[in-house]
């Protein structure tokens, strides 16, 4: 090869040499050389790299070389140079977020009140969002309140038989109060009926059974009754020898005297209810001359021992109908009453069957009387038996408690009212009629005496003169007594604002009827 590149010189340098006379012809291309052999290839190899010298945080370790087997592998001995790519170190842990909610009033940010929400980043690690960490409020607000909707009215009373109910039941009205009058009116309700079923037929007669007997002796004054009384022993005639021997008594009770205290606290049945008036009035005398009729009873002076004078110097006399009893007692507040009232008036509520309801209940069919123990009807404005529209002329069969005319005793008028519902427009019909329909669980319904009907009597009332909390519906007219004067009359009661509370009248008249029990 080195022989050729002399000769080539040489060649050259005589060309060179004789360019300057004549051009030669050219050479001839020289011979090809050998092919040289293939290169080798490279190749990378990457693994995982644990903490350590070369990665504190661990990593990625990556070996390179020449593959010199040809085996596709990077083997240990072709590793030519190694290099680690490291994972960075932990950065420091951020601020935590939080959020408080509280409690916002109406106001500026609420008109209707809602919820406070703040929020921002703990800065003192406190777990606390503090006053100056809160980087952002915002306010959920209470919507606007709505209206009132309408009450719904349910009213139960009995049903006589008729078209209705075969055999009598109870008649529901319910419905909207749309007028908001707190009364169900006859174009708000809807009626239903429940009704009461045929008599079955009776059963057979079972066996005789032994009689119960009841022994009623005297008590002395002792353990047992304080100041005396009444021994009830009763028990099953188990001899059959018509003495409730002592071996035969099962349960023994005792009714005793009240002491003087007693007596006091309690009133008895039938007693009247007082007047209901809780204040006084003066006697306009060498005073002023005008009337005051609404003073304080507790005017100074004005006791039941002595008299004062109100503002205009005019005596108020002592002694007055509001300065004594139960209306007294419930102006001091000293009065305990089992139901409620006005003054001294006690009246608890009573349902279609006869149950106690609550004072602030809405619909009910009975009013019981605490004070003097009498139950009395509610009238209705449905047009029924109740209606407090009706009248009723006087009338009772019974000659002992019907008066004594010229020719004879008289018995009053048949079917002289105007009435709907019932089988006829007198009191001892309707009183009948209200009996059949066993009302609040009763079938003992009467017309009530004078007395009776003026027990409620409410005279700080007018028109009508009674507690229409509790008997509303009442006609400010004169209503019906079972107590018959001389001849063709008896005694009716007031319930308007008539000065005359009690009067009487012609039997054949048509009047209102409240019964009672």
């Not at 009873?297 to 205009?312: K, W």
């Not at 020719?407 to 009435?419: E, I, K, L």
Request: net charge negative; with cysteine.
């Amino acid at each position: 090869m080195a022989t050729n590149i002399s000769q080539l010189m040489t060649g050259l340098l005589i060309a060179v040499s004789l360019s300057g006379c004549l051009e030669g012809e050219d050479g001839k291309d020289g011979i090809n050389g050998t092919d040289g052999t293939g290169s080798t290839p490279v190749l990378l190899k990457t693994s995982m790299e644990g903490p350590g010298a070369n990665c504190t945080g661990g990593g990625s370790r990556i070996d390179s070389g020449l593959d010199t087997n040809l085996n596709g592998i990077l083997d240990p001995a072709e590793t030519q140079n190694t290099s680690y790519v490291c994972h960075g170190s932990d950065g420091s842990d951020g601020l935590t977020a939080l959020i408080s909610t509280t409690t916002e009033p109406a106001g500026t940010n609420c008109p209707a009140g809602g919820h406070k929400i703040e929020s921002g980043l703990d800065v003192n690690g406190n777990d606390l969002l503090d006053v100056g960490e809160i980087l952002a409020t915002s306010y959920i607000c209470n919507g606007k309140d709505g209206i009132n909707g309408l009450l719904s009215l349910v009213q139960v009373q009995s049903e006589p038989a008729g078209a209705n109910c075969a055999n009598g039941g109870q008649r529901i009205d319910s419905g909207i109060d749309s007028n908001g009058n707190g009364v169900l009116d006859a174009e708000e309700q809807s009626t239903a009926y429940v009704c009461d079923g045929a008599d079955g037929s009776d059963g057979s007669d079972g066996f005789d059974g032994t009689n119960a007997m009841v022994s009623v002796i005297s008590e002395p004054a002792g353990e047992n009754c304080a100041s005396g009384g009444y021994r009830l022993d009763s028990g099953l005639d188990a001899n059959a020898n018509g003495t409730l021997d002592a071996i035969e008594i099962q349960t023994t009770a005792y009714v005793c005297n009240g002491t003087s205290e007693t007596v006091s606290s309690v009133t008895p049945t039938g007693r009247l209810n007082d007047t209901g008036i809780t204040l006084c009035g003066d006697y306009a005398s060498g005073g002023s001359g005008t009337h005051q009729n609404t003073l304080d009873c507790s005017i100074t002076g004005s006791t039941a021992s002595s008299t004062g004078v109100d503002g205009n110097g005019d005596p108020v006399p002592a002694g007055q109908d509001a300065h004594f009893g139960r209306d007294a007692r419930a102006l001091d507040g000293s009065l305990t009453k089992i139901g409620a009232g006005s003054a001294g008036f006690d009246f608890t509520k009573i349902d279609a069957t006869g149950n106690e309801m609550p004072d602030e209940a809405s619909f009910w069919s009975c009013v019981r009387d605490n004070v003097t123990g009498l139950t009395w009807e509610v009238k209705t404005t449905n047009g029924g038996l109740q209606d407090t529209g009706n009248t009723y002329s006087w009338y009772s069969q019974d000659s002992s408690n019907n008066g004594e005319g010229p020719t004879g005793f008289y018995a009053g008028t048949q079917n002289g009212g105007t009435c709907t519902g019932g089988s006829g427009c007198d009191t001892e019909r309707y009183a009948s009629d209200i009996n059949d329909m066993g009302i609040c669980g009763y079938n003992d319904w009467r017309l009530p005496t004078q007395s009776e009907l003026v027990s409620i009597s409410d005279y700080s009332k007018l028109n009508p003169r009674i507690d229409t909390d509790y008997f509303p519906n009442t006609a400010g007219s004169a209503y019906w007594s079972s107590s018959s004067a001389a001849g063709g009359s008896a005694f009716v009661v007031f319930f308007n604002n008539s000065n005359a509370s009690v009067s009487t009248d012609a039997k054949g008249s048509a009047k209102a009827v409240r019964l009672v029990r």
